[in-house]
């Protein structure tokens, strides 16, 4: 008789972690991208909600049950060798935390084994935050196409979440924003490839969502996340052509949608027209050289972590000018793989293509496996994105983009614990 008050109280602490680590785990997909601050304020607290209901639950850490913690534990053992060996060793230590990062995704695995139904309400709050910033540049690009003088009110706005809407005046008619950049860009790219499958049996909400998210991605005519989102679509479209060749027009529908978008805009398809076109890329390859060169002088454990922007003007090339006359310095090479090699040398760009590789190899297997069911077509969708997203860093550095990689890291998580189960089949419904 005197143990059912403890147990009696045992419950009523695991229903309330289960209803904070629901609440906390939507909050934060939902915030993340809009909001850094927000993001990180419902992370912070999700961690000790997500230990305390481990410890009421007396789950037992296993290695297995966690994606990827040897690459990820080697990228950062590395890390911090490179942090150490290179220049500027506190700023690289300090920079370095950034790591850790991946943490979020042993988290999210974590909170969504402890409480399942957190899947359901974190794809809602997910949705509701990429419709958000999506129909936030959609509405951008009408703006700036059709009513700038709108924007130039918005520019000249004393009022603080008035200015953030309006677009940069330097970029022309691309919606690049505070709100709608190229950061973000990226992210309506992995939006767009993952949510036909992420609404199991409600496929036109999936579809409407993932048409507006490539949509905003195509009006910001960023053209590192439209290679990868083009890459990503051909990949999502050979594994519906797999399963059977009826269902192509699902990945082709949200596409075709999308592509809209270049006939509205003219100054859209003319910029992602240059992708190809060294002539109107030399500021890229400039960057390309810089990086290069760094390599060449650093190739063991390369500059530090975060150490490009002070290296620069000792790599500074004179025909910098001719494409960046206001900007002698930068601190970002542009291309993911040659920015880690630069920083972290060889032994760093190899653990950082065992971790791209581990990713990638991991969702085409998962996709492989898994049995017709409500999650087939996401697994399709996770392993398009993850390729897509790459292939992105090819001329950006989304991995360093907290926002991007939050983006990766949550999506990693949800298929890490998604099951065939009555609580998945029923996540959206």
């Known amino acids: 008789m005197g143990a059912q008050p403890m147990e009696k109280n045992g419950r009523i602490l695991d229903k309330r972690i289960g209803w904070a680590l629901v609440i906390l785990s939507g909050l934060f997909a939902m915030t993340y991208v809009a909001s850094v601050s927000a993001g990180y304020l419902a992370l912070f607290l999700l961690f000790p909600t997500a230990l305390a209901g481990a410890v009421v639950s007396r789950v037992k850490f296993r290695f297995s049950d966690y994606p990827f913690v040897w690459p990820f534990l080697a990228y950062a053992g590395w890390g911090l060798v490179a942090s150490l060996c290179g220049n500027g060793v506190a700023t690289s230590l300090y920079h370095w935390r950034s790591d850790f990062i991946f943490i979020t995704c042993w988290l999210l695995c974590l909170t969504f084994r402890l409480k399942p139904e957190s899947r359901r309400w974190a794809i809602l709050a997910y949705s509701a935050g990429m419709a958000f910033l999506a129909v936030s540049g959609i509405v951008q690009f009408v703006l700036i196409h059709w009513y700038p003088q709108a924007n130039q009110w918005m520019v000249n706005s004393s009022i603080g979440v008035i200015h953030r809407f ?48 490539l949509s905003a991605l195509l009006a ?13 679509m051909l990949v999502l479209a050979a594994t519906m052509v ?12 949200p596409l075709g949608a999308a592509c809209g978008i270049l006939l509205i805009s003219p100054s859209v398809w003319g910029r992602l027209k240059t992708t190809f076109n060294p002539e109107q890329n030399m500021d890229r390859l400039v960057m390309w050289r810089v990086g290069l060169n760094l390599l060449r002088d650093h190739p063991l454990t390369g500059i530090g ?13 004179k025909e910098w000018k001719q494409y960046f ?22 032994p760093g760009l190899v653990i950082l293509l065992i971790v791209a590789g581990s990713m990638t190899w991991w969702c085409a297997r998962t996709w492989r496996r898994r049995p017709p069911g409500p999650w087939k077509e996401f697994h399709a969708g996770i392993f398009a994105a ?9 001329t950006e550095s989304a991995f360093q983009d907290v926002e991007v ?10 298929a890490w614990t998604a099951e065939d189960t009555v609580e998945d089949t029923q996540a959206v419904k």
């Open 305 to 317: 972590i975060s150490q490009t922007r002070a290296a620069w003007p000792v790599y500074f090339h």
């Open 386 to 394: 993850i390729v897509g997203f790459w292939v992105m860093n090819i």
């Open 166 to 213: 309006a677009l940069l005046q330097d970029h022309g008619l691309r919606v690049h924003g505070p709100v709608n950049t190229m950061t973000y860009a990226e992210v309506m790219g992995l939006a767009g490839l993952v949510m036909i499958g992420l609404w199991p049996g409600r496929f036109w909400i999936g579809a409407a969502l993932s048409a507006i998210c």
């Open 242 to 253: 797999r399963r059977r060749w009826q269902s192509i027009w699902r990945a082709v529908l």
């Open 325 to 346: 006359p206001y900007q002698d310095i930068w601190s970002d090479v542009h291309n993911l793989y040659l920015q880690q090699a630069a920083e972290r040398g060889l």
């Open 405 to 414: 990689v939050m983006t990766v890291y949550f999506l990693l998580a949800l």
């Open 220 to 232: 910001s005519a960023s053209r590192g996340a439209a290679l990868g989102m083009a890459v990503g």
